[in-house]
């Protein structure tokens, strides 16, 4: 199983960016797909999560409003849409992915995720 994660740069605060994670080994018809940063200093947290389907998506109180979550299982691809960026927003971000099927379940923001690839950093600048 492999997730590799992509599109993270350097932005300005108020800026805009679309992270991609593109996932191989996994049927993307089964499998919820999490997004997760680790901040400097600070320690790895879900912000959001999005079931098989697309249809069921929760989201971190910290990031809702300003992050999408959104995949096409068609391109293996899950997204990330990031809005107004702040300061906070400044971490390395990751695309795990559980070994069962877990539908986004109660307990997804701090799940011991079985898959993970290299993630992809955001830098927010003032």
């Known amino acids: 199983v492999q997730l590799q994660a992509s599109g993270g740069g350097l932005v300005q605060a108020g800026g805009s960016l679309r992270l991609s994670c593109v996932i191989s080994g996994l049927n993307m018809d089964y499998y919820d797909i999490v997004w997760s940063r680790q901040a400097p200093g600070l320690e790895r947290e879900g912000v959001s999560c999005?079931?098989?389907?697309?249809?069921?998506?929760l989201y971190a109180d910290s990031v809702s409003g300003r992050f999408t979550i959104s995949r096409d299982n068609a391109k293996n691809t899950v997204y990330l849409s990031i809005d107004r960026l702040q300061g906070e927003d400044t971490a390395v971000y990751y695309c795990?992915?559980?070994?069962?099927?877990?539908?986004?379940?109660?307990?997804?923001?701090?799940?011991?995720?079985?898959?993970w690839g290299q993630g992809t950093l955001v830098t927010v600048s003032s």
């Open positions: 999005i079931n098989p389907g697309g249809a069921r998506r």
């Open positions: 795990p992915a559980p070994k069962v099927p877990r539908n986004c379940n109660s307990g997804w923001m701090s799940r011991n995720y079985a898959y």
